[in-house]
């Protein structure tokens, strides 16, 4: 069994992190660190586990687990591992932003086994790719990897309101989000980088704009995305393309149907489709952002890093409804 | 034009008196009171009031306004009223509790005008009713009215998330609340004792149990109650009842429809259905809780005070969808 | 009094126009003709109108009212008014799509205030726009005034589950769209007509794409829109273009705080918010489809038509929550 | 491999059965007919299972299954049943209320594990038990068990919009139910029998009322219901007979904590919470209406059936946002 470790048992992330390995068929969730839920049972935060499991988080972390996973906020997991050091067979999946740019000082391989299979499986570092990265560079990578992605990409996306984070906030507020609609951080937002990083490592010549509109939807889980592009071909060449790129992907899926958000939450797929209206070709996207988004996605990485099969302990239950 | 002001102008309550009153013909709104927001406009905090004035929130108080309406925290207002004096001729509406029980200290009138018309349009001081008594009330007051009510009485009502006021909560965080469902407070919710008073001012000999179970619901706005008790006489004589006790009643109708919430969400009704089953007499009550319980009653008292027609500046649109 | 007729009454538009009409100080509700639900009262099936009036739908068409509202499915405006001939006095405002664009064999004047406001005062036949039409052409009508939209415009926008009408759907039913969200129609929503006719009207060499995907949300009222284009100039310039253009506009407003939806639901209002990035100018918009978007901008029509203040019978209370 | 056939495969409790059986270890989903659907792939309806099955719905029968699950309206099955012989070596889970009362002409056993685990062990016919009588059984039935139960029982319960299936109605379209509430069948709801009847089975002189008023929830999914009724001992007393009762139950919990629904929404649970008031004790218990309110709990009958562990497939992971 692969002995797994959390830091920073709390949170979004890491209550769906406990909630697949609880049931993955070859991990033992050796322990879940939390600080300011020092004591307390894992059920009395993420309290749909009563039954599942007896744990409770606990201050002491094991650096001898086989696997970490860091659910910290942006720019503590840098300052984590400075400050505490693992044994050297100990493979971390940070689920930060710090660690998703290249640079000269890490060695952490960016988790998107669609781009960088191969490249996960030897890693021991990874750092797992953002939400709405995810769920866009899925909707645009194909194009990249053809060296077609010449022309400006108009991108617009919804999320739900766990991807604000377990924060209250004025706009996670019941109140106002119920039945609410708005646009934040329009062409600003901080996944813009690593979005813009997998573009250039397929199409090292890309340069052109992504103009990104993100919004906040009145759900709690998914994200469902629209991008367009110029694309010169017919629609079948674009399928052709996508289809090849994603042939031997875990959980990602093309449709000619209509998509909607409910196919996916709760899963770890991403589910595309592709139109052509006009010179343009339209790609829908949508994916969980806890799970495909976060969580799912690290547990793929680590299973490819484990050389387990891809899916294990990610067969679950869409909610549908 | 009657001058009005509000104290304590950020919260729910005082939003909704601040859409009232704005568009009441005979009303102007004379000061907003609030320290925390001070100096900004009113539209920056209750953002859809953009167009329609541009009065900011004061730390003056008008002390010869002719009505203040307190928009208090429960045991602020009598605090506040003992800290600052108004004129003789200011007429007080407090939305708190905190006068809402008879007591020889003061000279507040529950204001309720189903129950209390009279004393209201006599007035000077008006404690307004709680949202949930005034649903429960309203539902039981004719069978007190006319010595009825002599056996338990067992009451569910559930409440939409502005019932918890302005502050960040975990119940009131949109992924905790969104599709979810919780009682809370069961047997012991505060109302109880306002709504027992009533009962007895209209049956002194009042002393059956009160059984209710206050429910959140995963919506903003509005109150749904059930409430059942035995009643030996027939569904006719029952509706005959009603009829008579709400014949004058400028908010509150009869049907023998299936109620639902959104009937009177954003409006200052409430709409009562009886329905008999076996020895037992069913009410349904809805209304909304901002409004009928609470900003609406009020501005609903202020006319009755002023001698004003009861229903002015309160034929409020319904949401409806 | 203006004597006012609605045909087609059990729709989300004509409730809208009763819920207004039987508050505006000026107009007497003369009838509601409604085949299909002919000898009920107006309250069984638009059910928050318990209380406010006795009204029945009929099947008798008064020929001489002042103004007839038809609420009409698309292509029905058409067959009915030639098959009913109204006296020559009656004004026509008519919902539908059917006389939105100008051709020939009809003089409706296209009935958008803030782009003819003239003429709407001399019109005898009003083509009320659609929504998405609506929240789209005001956020870019100021730069197609100035001659400045030479550029695509990339479009997204989320509408409520009322712009599909009343009748049931599978993308209407509770379970499919609760906490749900999809692109639908998307490069070939049949508003995209009017809104170029509008922008054509104002800069008559308008070439540019229009690139417009809707969505639908899961909520019921609403619309949220975000529109970008090339603009070389200053944030501040595009500001004093929206500001001018918009300076008599009754119910459009312009912000440069964050804009939500709830803002305008249950209003009239359409809010405005400018922003630039690089050398995009970013336009977000939001009003409420059943009201700015249908029955509240055609009662501002009325108001114009018959030269009354323009905002009479519209100050309406936002439900806000 | 169990070979598991499904009757009626485009509804909501097929289509969580699918959802469940594609997963379970010892199952192999042999067949799902569906005339209505037939041709088409299991994906088309069940929109979320791209990528998990090329299975299409069939009107071929295999009368050798080893289980066959039917899930045909109220009513159908018995008609089915007399229409369609299977093996003799086929069991049989009925989902609808068919064979839920026991009768002469029938040998079907209620399928609820915490009270008939036994004779579910040995069963060939499984009648599976009402969502909203799963919920109110567990509730009181420790009560029953112990002969306790001599009060009137008063339960309230809301439900989501899938409990009204899968046809489109008024009380299901989204700009009715989104954001409402109300109550439906008050007194009279078709559970009141086979509740009945389960606690006489267990305290055979029960003839106290069982006042229960359903309600339609804004959400999708989960059942949240409130029991109360005498009970002369104290707290602790109640809670070591229900956890006596429910020792050795596989999904059934107790809590201390405030429970909500969204503890349970897509998982097989029931979580139990005791309260004492005055006299009275109050039991809140929540689960999925679909899992164990249907289609999980029938594959838990299954597991017992065929002498599988009995979580087996069922350990779900909770949507919980």
Request: aromatic letters at 10%.
């Amino acid at each position: 069994m692969i002995e797994a470790g959390i830091i920073g048992g709390a949170g979004y992330t890491a209550g769906e992190l406990i909630r697949i390995l609880l049931h993955h068929p070859e991990v033992n969730l050796n322990f879940v660190y939390s600080t300011s839920q020092l004591g307390k049972s894992l059920y009395s935060i993420h309290q749909d586990l009563i039954g599942d499991t007896e744990i409770e988080f606990t201050s002491k972390i094991n650096k001898e687990a086989d696997v970490v996973f860091l659910c910290l906020g942006h720019g503590n997991s840098k300052r984590f591992l400075s400050e505490n050091k693992f044994s050297e067979k100990t493979k971390i999946v940070d689920l930060s932003t710090d660690f998703r740019m290249k640079a000269n000082d890490h060695s952490f391989v960016y988790g998107m086994p669609e781009l960088n299979q191969e490249e996960i499986k030897n890693a021991n570092f990874i750092a797992n790719p953002g939400c709405f990265a995810t769920a866009i560079t899925f909707a645009v990578l194909p194009l990249a990897k053809n060296g077609l992605l010449n022309d400006d990409v108009h991108v617009n996306a919804v999320t739900g309101a766990t991807g604000a984070g377990t924060s209250l906030s004025a706009t996670t507020h019941f109140t106002w989000r119920d039945n609410n609609f708005s646009a934040y951080k329009s062409f600003e937002h901080q996944h813009l980088q690593e979005i813009g990083q997998s573009f250039k490592q397929l199409q090292s010549d890309h340069t052109s704009e992504i103009n990104f509109i993100p919004n906040r939807g009145n759900f709690s889980r998914g994200i469902h995305a629209t991008a367009y592009t110029k694309f010169s071909g017919e629609l079948e060449d674009a399928k052709k393309l996508y289809s090849e790129f994603y042939k031997d992907a875990a959980f990602t899926f093309l449709t000619d149907e209509e998509l909607h958000l409910k196919q996916v939450v709760n899963t770890n797929k991403c589910l595309l489709r592709l139109q052509k209206f006009g010179n343009k070709l339209l790609i829908t996207s949508v994916i969980d952002n806890l799970l495909k988004g976060a969580s799912g996605q690290a547990v793929q990485n680590m299973n490819l890093m484990f050389g387990l099969e891809e899916k294990m302990g990610l067969n679950l239950k869409a909610g549908y409804f």
